[in-house]
């Protein structure tokens, strides 16, 4: 006959090696350390993230930088050629004003002045008209009355043509010399005439709205002599 084990601890020892033995136990066993690694696990993944956090708003504050200085820098070259352009205006419209005021002063000088040229061909005819409108006076005879007025009428009638479209004769005689609108042919004396003044209108000048056509050609008076003490 078998003696049976009757130690209270033998008892525990079975038990114990049952759980050991058991599968479950064992899976739930498993279970609780794989939990326990994958606890582990995350907390440097969780440091990680809290790091990441942290350093985010930095990260996002440089990415708005980046556009609103770009914004900026495209704001200053946008008021730069808005500048420029400003400047070219203006420039080009101070050019506009000063090509309309010299073309509006050329279109006036031309009205005035356009006459110039004809009026240098004409003056001979005056010329020749006055000569023989002074020379017909000699001529007292009945015969040439009829011609001497012709002459004068139509001397008297081109005369007041020409003053209608400004034209002025210069006729400078007793006056002082003008360089600006004489020509001297000679000097004379004269006693009687202030030294410098014209003593004789040799040819008649004429202006166009105040501008010279031909100078008068005059002959001045020159200071006489003194004599000389005895």
């Known amino acids: 006959m078998n003696a ?7 008892h525990h020892i079975n038990n114990l090696a049952k ?4 599968p479950e136990d064992v899976g739930s066993k498993k279970t609780d350390m794989s939990n326990e690694d994958v606890e582990i696990d995350q907390e440097p993944q969780r440091d990680l993230e809290s790091d ?9 504050d440089s990415s708005i930088d980046s556009p609103v200085d770009s914004a900026v820098e495209e704001l200053e ?3 730069f050629e808005l500048d420029k352009q400003k400047d070219l205006t203006l420039r080009a419209e101070a050019e506009l004003q000063n090509v309309l005021k010299r073309t509006a002063r050329e279109v006036e000088n031309a009205h005035k002045y356009g006459l110039e040229r004809f ?18 006076t000699s001529d007292q ?3 040439s009355d009829n011609a001497i007025e012709g002459i004068n009428l139509c001397c008297k009638l081109l005369l007041d043509v020409l003053e209608k479209e400004g ?7 007793g006056e002082p010399f ?3 609108e004489h020509q001297a042919m000679s000097m004379v004396e004269n006693p009687d005439m202030e030294p410098n003044s014209i003593a004789a209108v040799v040819q008649k000048g004429w202006k166009l709205n105040e501008r010279l056509v031909r100078a008068a050609m005059v002959m001045v008076v020159k200071e006489s002599e003194s004599t000389s003490p005895e």
């Open 4 to 10: 049976v084990n009757t130690s209270p601890y033998s």
């Open 19 to 22: 759980k050991m033995t058991d």
């Open 52 to 60: 990441s956090l942290e350093e985010s708003p930095v990260a996002l």
């Open 77 to 79: 070259k946008i008021k």
């Open 119 to 136: 009026i240098e061909n004409l003056l001979p005819v005056v010329d020749s008209l006055e000569k023989a409108a002074e020379l017909s």
């Open 141 to 143: 005879s009945a015969s």
């Open 167 to 173: 034209i002025k004769a210069i006729n400078p005689l």
């Open 178 to 180: 003008d360089p600006s």
